[in-house]
């Protein structure tokens, strides 16, 4: 039997608008920027491997993924944070009944399958210092050769958990609690400020 919060033949809801609104991101050229994105769907799955499996043949889904790695296809990433435990991120252009097929495609299997789109924001960091930046408050090493690309996990930034997803070499995909947002994009804007300040400083140094 499926337990789910996101209603058979009703689309995935959208994430209203963004608790960020009015709040100035912080952007230095060639060094970081952190972006909001676009309103998306946000599912959590939890199922037994054979199920995923069928869900993944069913709709297209890379569920198959090692524990801690990440996949997109046509709108919809799908996030692997523990052995049954899937998020799953459907773009404004996925697909937005993605829940009601994943319910046709479960059947009488036992799975919790439940629409989280409102609890969360996306945030995108960009640039060469991205690394740097994270590191003041995440506690993971974040060198690409220990953090490869498309690798997602759960850990905390400063005093918030969120979900880190690197995207590719220099941008990372921060998924945050609504409430947790503006403190996270504060906390980010300071380091940033202090990392163009360092770099400023160094740059005035080595031209005296």
Not at 21 to 38: E, F
Not at 163 to 185: D, H, N
Not at 186 to 191: D, I, K, N, R
Request: aromatic share 4%.
């Amino acid at each position: 039997m499926t337990d789910t919060a996101a209603a058979r033949g009703a689309p995935a809801h959208q994430a209203p608008g963004s608790p960020l609104s009015g709040l100035k991101l912080p952007t230095v050229d060639g060094m970081a920027r952190l972006d909001v994105m676009g309103a998306s769907g946000r599912l959590v799955l939890r199922a037994d491997r054979a199920t995923a499996d069928r869900i993944g043949d069913a709709l297209g889904l890379d569920l198959a993924l090692p524990v801690n790695r990440a996949g997109a296809r046509d709108g919809v990433s799908t996030l692997r944070l523990g052995p049954d435990e899937w998020l799953i991120l459907v773009d404004a252009d996925g697909d937005a009944w993605l829940s009601a097929r994943i319910g046709d495609a479960v059947g009488d299997a036992p799975v919790s399958l439940v629409d989280v789109s409102h609890r969360s924001c996306t945030l995108r960091l960009e640039g060469e210092a991205v690394e740097d930046v994270l590191a003041a408050g995440c506690p993971l090493p974040l060198e690409e050769r220990d953090f490869p690309v498309g690798r997602a996990t759960r850990t905390l930034l400063a005093k918030s958990e969120i979900v880190l997803w690197r995207r590719a070499t220099c941008s990372f995909q921060i998924e945050v609690a609504t409430s947790f947002a503006p403190y996270v994009v504060a906390f980010l804007a300071q380091v940033i400020a202090d990392e163009a300040a360092i770099s400023a400083r160094d740059i005035g140094g080595g031209a005296g």
